[in-house]
């Protein structure tokens, strides 16, 4: 015969205190010099500004954290130049 699981010993891992979470998880990445400015990605990103959820899907190393890092700067750019009196 065997015993119950303990409370919460279901395989799911405790939550992470926002301690325990890394930085680069919470900041955008650097640009790096050499970066590709993806205008019809761009284009599409500024289309959906202002939905309430939007996924960026591909796999690993192909740019999307630049690619978000790089429309954020850009975004930020403009609404600060749009907010100026």
């Known amino acids: 015969m065997t015993e119950a699981p303990a409370a919460g010993a279901l395989g799911a891992a405790p939550p992470r205190s926002a301690a325990a979470t890394p930085t680069a998880k919470l900041t955008p990445p650097q640009l790096p010099p050499d970066h590709v400015e993806r205008l019809d990605l761009a284009r ?42």
């Open 44 to 85: 599409c990103l500024d289309e959906i500004f202002g939905k309430r959820l939007t996924t960026v899907v591909a796999g690993a190393g192909y740019g999307k954290s630049t690619l978000l890092a790089w429309w954020c700067a850009d975004v930020a750019c403009a609404l600060v130049h749009a907010l100026r009196p």
